[in-house]
């Protein structure tokens, strides 16, 4: 069925507002923020054939969509509110449509947030989604807040670790065979990644700097350090893996933790002082946290495995244009 | 010269935040809405081919992209803050991204608002931008306050009128041809779209609704009566044009008034007690406004000419995906 613009922003996209004072289908959206809060804004992107594969189901896409963005205000600390979604589509198609906003809204519930407006339009199938969030002036998680002697810390799932998502993309692209359940659970890991907002809040004057791992951990922690100005020594083999990465060679292993990208898990800097309340915060966001290194003044990221020796990691951060 | 995604991003996009919290580098931006203030929010994205043709100057995209977001702050009467930019790119190419930028800058710099935000990637050449702005509570203009017995407005140039982007189109399309100096003023108003920002802001408290005409006129007029449960009867014969337009055959003219899409003028209403209000609203934002019918309480569009003789006007509202 052929469906208009219209028709499809009113069919799959338009719910009543809850909280917005005006959403979908008026030259803009109005919120009304907390007085005082400060606003938390970020804007992703996602191509098709660029980070996803034609073949995700829809629902999957959805929920990926939305979580990425959500990823960067868990990285701020920030509360999410609201977002909009600009959406580029060869062709107005419900089959696709019907789970794609399934995907996208479940997880908005599950986060109790609004889709207040955007746009569709034809074209390459692009989804360009701004998220909202709140948090107290003074209080977000930046990058630029790593001092020397913080702890570095990353989230994963209790059981599970860095790198599955790469794991499944590499599985993908057939240079990995797994077995029916690790697959599985890899495909899930790079398709439906479980945004930490919870953690994100729970880590409010808890650390000190905080990124999401979306490019790989050494490109991603590289620019905490950069604009922290100081530099770090991580334990390659302190990275926390799940059973079905641990059972692979060491090279991938270190190559998918160190350098995976899609993981959007949280990288973060915490004072020694913090660790309890680190692990605390984890357990509370129903997350695990590891500790995997130690913020340094000299600049500049090395890794080391566990007997202390240098980890040879020449996996250049993650570029769209360069890869 | 092949730029990487960091690179390009800090060389092109990135200046010192004036008025942000926390801009361009980080997990997420951060502002400081006033308090008390509502938050307009609008979303739009520009493929190639659909919204913009491949040897558009890129300093016109530039503008034309973030034009089109303005317009959308300037339909609600909200004073625009600062706006995030989605770019997806076939390549990291400097001949494109230095005046592309240029022309975007220049542009926010002219509103005083700040790109704080965003995301680049490679892919089919796509501009999606979201754009923030401040209004009082209860003060924003919306698309579901004409009454009955309100006037209905459209802004333009002073001196030109509406159609004029479409005129150029189809002269790019070689359906129409005009002359030298005819020509570059309806390709100026196809790409270097001024956005109406300073008449939404006066017309706060004047107007009773408004949209911005990015579909074309019928096409958005329907929604403002749609939305607020009203019907209308307008003249198209008191539709101002260009003198250009002006002398083209009827049915051209028509068209491109009516329906011709990419104007970003305002069409707006107010009660007729408020007329004298509507014209030094106009004069103070530097544009003109001509009254082309009125609000009644029967359903629908009506569409006449000067005679009060019906206008057949079959033109559909512009859809991406019926056209």
């Known amino acids: 069925m052929a469906l208009g613009e219209f028709d499809l922003i009113a069919r799959f996209f338009t719910r009543p507002v809850r909280r917005a004072v005006l959403g979908v289908g008026d030259d803009c959206a109005l919120l009304q923020p907390t007085p005082g809060m400060q606003l938390a804004v970020s804007s992703d992107m996602l191509v098709e054939g660029r980070h996803f594969v034609s073949t995700v189901p829809p629902e999957r896409l959805g929920h990926k969509a939305l979580a990425v963005n959500l990823s960067d205000l868990a990285a701020c600390g920030a509360q999410p509110l609201a977002f909009t979604l600009a959406l580029a589509l060869p062709r107005a198609d419900e089959a696709f449509l019907a789970p794609l906003s399934r995907g996208l809204l479940a997880l908005a519930d599950e986060h109790d947030i ?40 990353v989230s994963h799932p209790p059981g599970s670790g860095l790198g599955d998502a790469r794991l499944g993309l590499e599985a993908l692209r057939g240079r990995v065979v797994l077995s029916g359940e690790g697959f599985e659970q890899a495909r899930r890991a790079m398709e439906m990644p479980q945004p930490r907002v919870a953690l994100g809040l729970a880590l409010r004057g808890v650390a000190t700097s905080a990124i999401d791992l979306s490019d790989g951990l050494t490109g991603d922690l590289g620019h905490v350090l950069a604009r922290s100005g100081v530099g770090a020594t991580i334990d390659a083999d302190a990275l926390p893996t799940s059973a079905a990465l641990a ?14 990208g899609d993981d959007y898990e949280l990288a973060f800097t915490a004072p020694a002082a913090h660790a309890q309340r680190v692990l605390v915060a984890a357990s509370s966001a129903g997350c695990a946290a590891t500790r995997i290194g130690r913020i340094e003044a000299a600049p500049g990221l090395r890794i080391v495995d566990a007997r202390g020796a240098a980890v040879a990691a020449t996996f250049p951060a993650f570029d769209h244009f360069k890869t």
């Open 247 to 260: 059972a692979q060679p060491l090279a991938l292993r270190r190559e998918c933790t160190l350098a995976g």
């Open 114 to 153: 609004e889709l207040v407006g955007g746009d569709t339009t034809a074209g390459p199938l692009t989804l360009c989604i701004t998220v909202f969030g709140e948090v107290p002036p003074g209080q977000a998680l930046r990058r630029d807040g790593a001092r020397p002697g913080d702890g570095v810390w």
